[in-house]
């Protein structure tokens, strides 16, 4: 997945500790202790997978920690790769082994992989969209809390990038900044004087006058904050050449052609993964 | 807020730390170790306020840990109170305090809000769609890994009821249970005997004959599975008196008013927290 | 065991970071890395056997951790079951494999077995005490800090049931809640409407009066608290076809039988996990 | 209490957290969340009290996480000293604050308190049968997984004094280290050789004939093993000027007596902390 | 300090306990608990002090959680502010309070100080070196594990500048990327699409030809890999306009002014953090 | 490595976590996901290797949790064992599997391993200079935070001995102490009647006047501090057969043999672990 699996481990495991707390009390007295199974996860609805990987942790540490019996196991076959476009009925995976590891795995895993599945598929919707311009779609950090690694790896399975994962690897200066800093010159020369060698300094713009401070203080690159697909335009070509741009805002299935159109670098899109559409899935015991 | 306020705690440093990692760069180069500002969370759309207190305790931590100087604070004073419900251009809560650290919690607290009132903000609508039959509304366990206590209590928040926390806290006997335990009856006998003294024992059927069973079973409550309200109705007549019902699965803002009409108990609605709309907020540095 | 191995593995670990900290300096000094024996574990005392899954989780965790040597491992090979009943001599298990590892784990895994084991001989004698009478002989929330799960395991191998494992997962009103409540009739009522879907609501009554009381507002179960056969009789009578009824307070082998000829569902006793004998066992190196 | 009270804090939050877990659900829906009261600890039986801030952490515990409001508190004041000595129906303590947080802490507090005091009681009266011998009564690493730093407080609060905390701290070589080793002139040397600066060298001796080899090799100290008050005294009189002597195994009541008159420096007492019988206490709500 | 504080006070944590482990059994049988004193902690050679907030923050967890005494405090006056350049004999702060406290921090927080300062005065040695030619002084990640982001805010308080944090901040291309992606040009196009939007390439070059496929390559900044200052110039006057420039290898005092003045922007150098001298500072209890 | 493993592994996860954070930018946009090749480190200068299983340790965890792909392997082959005195250009070890987790784990192995031989190489020669004499060189708690059981092992590899832990296992009387509890003989008696069974009591003297007191208070062992060799020399002859002796503070490797030929018993050098000369070493990707 080139995420950082020992990260993924941890949030499986709250996950799962989450939901299964003190144990399974319908499975323990339902399901006997050596009952095995066969099961497959199965789509109910048409949208790109992503999670697979993640699923398979699931079950993995379900059986390792929950399951009724010592040494239980669960056998996770991915029968699609993460970026297949499914369809209604098709099997994304099938489990065999421990009944009681993969009932107590059942919800958290779908939890994971229906929602980067939803974010991938609405990913590839907006990727598709504006493939003919040459602009990037990118993230946010409008992540559920605690998920960003997987709601961030979702969106590349969907053909998005990735724009920084925190506060820690990229400078992006804002209003905020600005206002405080006393202005975007003062602001952008502190950036550059400090910045941790290898980091681009970007500038959060939000009219063409700013725009013309940012790149008078040498921005590397440009926010362009809510603007009109006019305004854009100008202010894209203001940067040609000088700024790479990105449009932030607003930005919609119903907009984000116009937006693209006018020649920005990049566009980075909030609702990815703050309003997360789930994909519908189910697990089902199949024998 | 009537939840667990170390996990609370335990949620929100995790949240900082994926954000912030190693720091802020951006705010330790452009923004005065002392500065000191005044800032307002605003609502910028219309619904149901849920999680100030998350937002509270992120600034407080942000503070706590990662501003430039030592001993800084930011006092936050919410303006509302969960429940509240926001028009567009309400000030939710004001902050002041140290400029770095309200700018460390700013992203990370507003995707907890957002998350928590468009959640609430979706219940309450469904709430108030059925408010005259009755019928309680209530989630699943379909939230965002890691999330729950924060989901469950948005629920609450737009008027929602809580079915069971996890695995741990109630019995219930779904389909895959049935099948492996080798029928209701059995499943059903097993549970009564051995359940821990105080839990209920509650069936998943998805027919009449189901439902039938279930009663004889005396199970204490039925979850009558995507269920045609012709059905719905005459498996709520059956059950009355001997077992309490809960409709499930496919449950929409089109479809909730008729099957919330067929008299059941209750009505689980998995999209309240798996597919959640954010609520549209800002804050603003003021002064 | 059917509890959350994983919560176990915790468990164990703390538990040896507690007794071998920064090492074994016994050990370390006297043992070669590379030796390796067999070794038993054996009773000196009669009882019922529980925990020998924790003891395998013991000294695992002592060869993976504690070992002088990379790679060490100990095979531990149960010789009975856990619900055993040993006599002094009986082999309980026997481990072959490093030296060090197995002196590491050995006084931790002893701790664990001797409480478990002392806690499922103590329940085995009361339940068979009352076998003639249906009453049922549960735990209560009296255990060892931070060893709710393994002594609540115990009092099932010893053939005990289990009352709730904490505050999270059954509603019992006590003397203390209804008298801020207002009364049994309020709070009663508080629990019915709020409580999440599953459960029960159990009150504490001290007199016939309150059972009267709490059968009006219609609990599900009584506990009655500290009464006399006679009375607890005249409770069980009342409460007959309305509500199930526990016995609480005061138990012990001299009084057991009559409380439990009073026809009461349940008894509960305290003295199960907080008052154990450490059933006596010993490990012994054989070659 | 002269222990280290992060890892007090420590076991007390695992401890609240296996109680509360998601939530105290009785007291949520029938406690007002602004609900102050007083309560008193007091005790139901006489002994020997241990773990007053033991319990007064917990209480600051369960006010800081799991009161039903924020900012709740607890004011906890002892009114006895660990050590006292209580009679039934003394008062321990008073408590004023948050019912919900009071509540919540209730029960765990207790179980820390009853057993601490458990402990000191027991080791109390083995002190005072030998006070007119000299002889120190020591504990073991027999002590509850987790709890070891509370149990051996309360050894001492009781007038014990303490072995060793655990294996990183002493050297203590056993039959099996001497078996392993080749003899105990071997594991003598080597131990004297490679001790870390500061530690002395104790051996367990099971005959009066391996007294003799632990006194040839020069150890500092010979634990007599399960030796009759003659062997014992016989033993005693070997070592007097060349190394002190601790008598272990099966002491009792009744024999503890008899094996103090021997003249041995120390008693160890593995009964003072695995078998332990909690003393009688209850929590009031006064008003 | 400008650093996660949260992080230093998990660190400080993290050697407190490794220090401290079950307790201080010195100062616990020889400090009264109730004692209190004044310590100053003095320089004992000539160099930069760094780390002064750490201290105060080992005291301060010392007190919280290894004082004799509840609500024990150690009040921490630092006399001189990090940067400050001392003199044998200065005082650098005052502690007052629990004297158990102050023993108790005492070794580690030395232990942080006395390593921190080290760094500073390293690096503002070399740093003084090359004031002349407006070359940085940067470190590497060649830091003691676990200790980076105060290695690092040492060369920072030293007059130096920090290179990436870690792998994840930033790109560096280096020998053996190169080898395995299959030359410069393939792995910086690589890179230049895929890197996180906000960060630079910089790439490796250990000869002139390599420079000229980085130029040609587009990377933004050059790593100058233990060239002779006659290369080293020649590569700086390819890159003039093009590219940054970073000299790297073999760095010390002797040679470190002919590399400044071949134009290189940085210089890095992995001794200031690798190989460290720790300054001479004591802590003596004045009162 | 005799030390405790779990330690080890804690203490390696947070030094690549500290390294690689949320991923290695570089090799995920350089380095195939599938490639693999053979890597070997070598000495760059000549000194005692130590640290190569926590080197083996850090691969694992890498190709555990860092790699591209998931169930990537390192295979890492040790070519000499710790405390092989390595010469420029000998092979320390091969390691040949997924480049991805090689590269992720380069710098953190050699980050232990340059550190960790640094001390065993100045140990080996301090030791070398006393080895006519029979003193022992032992350490220090002057060690880098978090890494004790690292640098104190570096120590036995070097050939000396360890001093105590930590504060923990051992009575050490400083002048901090005896100034506190009002005199040598009141601070001896005091930790000679409460010394947890198994420990010796040092008494730190600074003069002669200081060394008989110690003597008279019948101390088992005491630190001359800071004396002159013709100091050391009466004092150690006052303690000959009274008490063991240990030469401390200013301790080169000018004076080390003048030191040692006073006939003092052990000689602890700070500066074997709080100035640590990392040994030069480097990876290297060989096919």
């Known amino acids: 997945m080139n995420v950082n ?5 941890r949030i499986v ?5 989450e939901d299964i707390g003190s144990g399974d009390v319908t499975s323990s007295l339902t399901i ?8 497959q996860i199965i789509a109910r609805d048409e949208g790109v997978i992503a999670g697979l990987q993640v699923a398979a942790t699931v079950f993995a540490a379900a059986a390792d920690t929950y399951a009724a019996k010592k040494g239980a196991k669960v056998h996770f076959v991915p029968k699609v790769e993460d970026g ?4 209604r009925g098709d099997v994304l995976a099938e489990l065999t082994g421990s009944t009681a590891a993969i009932l107590a795995g059942e919800r958290t895993a779908l939890n994971f992989l229906q929602r980067m599945s939803g974010i991938a598929t609405k990913t590839a919707r907006l990727v598709g969209l504006v493939k003919h311009t040459g602009a990037k779609i990118v993230d946010t950090r409008k992540t559920a809390p605690g998920l960003r690694i997987l709601d ?28 405080v800093a006393g202005g975007i010159k003062k602001a952008v020369e502190a950036a550059k004087s400090g910045a941790p060698q290898g980091m681009n300094i970007e500038v ?14 040498r921005a590397d690159m440009i926010l362009l904050d809510n603007m009109s697909p006019a305004t854009l335009k100008k202010a894209v070509e203001l940067c040609r050449g000088r700024a790479l741009t990105e449009a932030s805002g607003g930005v919609s299935e119903r907009n984000i052609v116009k ?3 006018t020649g920005v670098h990049t566009i980075s899109v909030g609702a990815l ?8 899935l189910s697990l089902e015991i199949v024998s």
Chains 1, 2, 3, 4, 5, 6 share one sequence.
């Open 5 to 9: 699996l020992a990260e993924v481990r």
């Open 13 to 17: 495991k709250r996950a799962l500790e």
């Open 32 to 39: 006997p202790a050596a009952s095995v199974c066969r099961a």
């Open 84 to 87: 297949f476009r499914a369809h």
């Open 152 to 179: 961030k790896y979702a969106v590349r399975v969907g053909g998005g990038s990735n724009h920084r994962f925190g506060l820690y690897d990229a400078v992006l200066i804002k209003d905020n900044h600005i206002r």
């Open 204 to 217: 959060e713009a939000a009219s063409i006058e700013q725009v013309k401070q940012a790149l008078e203080a």
């Open 259 to 261: 937006i693209a159109e």
């Open 273 to 280: 993964t703050h309003s997360v559409k789930a994909l519908d």
